[in-house]
Every structure is written in structure tokens, then in C-alpha cells.
T-cell receptor, first 111, second 111 residues
Framework: KQEVTQIPAALSVPEGENLVLNCSFT??????LQWFRQDPGKGLTSLLL?????REQTSGRLNASLDKSSGRSTFYIAASQPGDSATYLC??????????FGAGTRLTVKP | DVKVTQSSRYLVKRTGEKVFLECVQD?????MFWYRQDPGLGLRLIYF???????EKGDIPEGYSVSREKKERFSLILESASTNQTSMYLC??????????FGSGTRLTVV
């Protein structure tokens, strides 16, 4: 069974730091990879989507890269803020259109 | 703005009851999905549908069924609710190759 691994499981940083979240996957035939944010008790909000033909996507302080050959994606948050505190999940789209999710990284940004 | 609406945020049901979770999207998406999310287990796919009246089993379909009579509505049915079905249920829709959009989730407690 294909799997998605996210490291670290939890991260606590002071406000203003740049941070990196890692995602690795075993399926080499992904269609795209997506990063989501989830606040406690809420649904998932899509942040960035990288198609399999792309290497990275950026939106404001957020950036995600994709290396299909090594099965890795990296998610960057620049100048972190307390409002960035949430769980971040990566997921890839498989050939039958269902997404495979990692367990998430729980981020806390301290003021 | 695109929208996926889940009819209930919180539900409490008794063991043995038949439970209906409703999901409606207003984006004319073909693909719709039901996931459950549990601590330590992440998101697991229950069922998905790629067209009206079409359905496919996901990873954990046991104890569940689905209905898709109209394109915009995808219902998850717990035939006889059990305590191990206490969970957060998340509905999503997707246009082929594009973003997944999630509803806000339904927190179901079976007592």
C-alpha cells in the first residue's frame, strides 16, 4: 500500500522564524500533490497544489516544492506568525482520483 | 467561491441507528469523496463517486454505504451505527486533476 509520511509530527517555533515541513511518498506515479491546512475541529483548506509536471508553487509566504524522482515534497512558511498555528497535511492524487494523505504536522507558532 | 456543505457540524446518535450524513457541492464536480479522520490514523477513504449513481469502495467501506442520485449530492449512510464509528467525517469534491475542496466536517458521536 502506498504511504505518505510527514516529518516532523509536531513543531513549535517562535514567531518570525522560517520553517520547513517535509513530506515523502512511495508512489512514483502521482498526478499532483497538495498541501492543506486544518484548524482544530474544522475541515481542510487547500493551500498549494503542484502538478506532477511542476517543481514548485508559491503563494505569499508559502512555498511548496515537489521532487517526484525522490518522492518528496517540502513546504516552507516564511516569517511565521501565531495565526499560522494549525495542522498541515500533504496529500497526493493517485491514478484513480483519490487522494492519499499524510498524518500531518502540528505547528505551533509562539508569540 | 466554491463550496462543499455538510449538513451537520455535530451529531449524536445511538448504537444501532441508521445515520445519514449529507454533502452538497455547488461546483458541478464529477468526483466526490467521503473520508473519516481519527487521531493517529489520519484521513482514510471510505467511498468515492466519479459520477451520478456510480460509487467505488475506498479503504474502509465496511459498515457504510453511499448514495449519489444527483451530481451535487453525495450521502454517506451508516446502516447500523456502532461506537467505533465515532469520528470526524469529511466530504470532498474535485474536478479531474484539480483541487480537492473539503466541507467543514461532521463530528459524529455514537453512544
Amino acid at each position: 500500500k502506498q504511504e505518505v509520511t510527514q516529518i516532523p509530527a509536531a513543531l513549535s517555533v517562535p514567531e518570525g522564524e522560517n520553517l520547513v515541513l517535509n513530506c515523502s511518498f512511495t508512489d512514483s506515479a502521482i498526478y499532483n500533490l497538495q498541501w492543506f491546512r486544518q484548524d482544530p475541529g474544522k475541515g481542510l483548506t487547500s493551500l498549494l497544489l503542484i502538478q506532477s509536471s511542476q517543481r514548485e508553487q508559491t503563494s505569499g509566504r508559502l512555498n511548496a516544492s515537489l521532487d517526484k524522482s525522490s518522492g518528496r515534497s517540502t513546504f516552507y512558511i516564511a516569517a511565521s506568525q501565531p495565526g499560522d498555528s494549525a495542522t498541515y497535511l500533504c496529500a497526493y492524487l493517485s491514478g484513480n482520483n483519490d487522494m492519499r494523505f499524510g498524518a500531518g504536522t502540528r505547528l505551533t507558532v509562539k508569540p | 467561491d466554491v463550496k462543499v456543505t455538510q449538513s451537520s457540524r455535530y451529531l449524536v446518535k445511538r448504537t444501532g441507528e441508521k445515520v445519514f450524513l449529507e454533502c452538497v457541492q455547488d461546483m458541478d464536480h464529477e468526483n466526490m469523496f467521503w473520508y473519516r479522520q481519527d487521531p493517529g490514523l489520519g484521513l482514510r477513504l471510505i467511498y468515492f463517486s466519479y459520477d451520478v449513481k456510480m460509487k467505488e469502495k475506498g479503504d474502509i467501506p465496511e459498515g457504510y454505504s453511499v448514495s449519489r442520485e444527483k451530481k451535487e449530492r453525495f450521502s454517506l449512510i451508516l446502516e447500523s451505527a456502532s461506537t467505533n464509528q465515532t469520528s470526524m467525517y469529511l466530504c470532498a469534491s474535485m474536478v479531474e486533476g484539480a483541487y480537492y475542496t473539503f466541507g467543514s466536517g461532521t463530528r459524529l458521536t455514537v453512544v
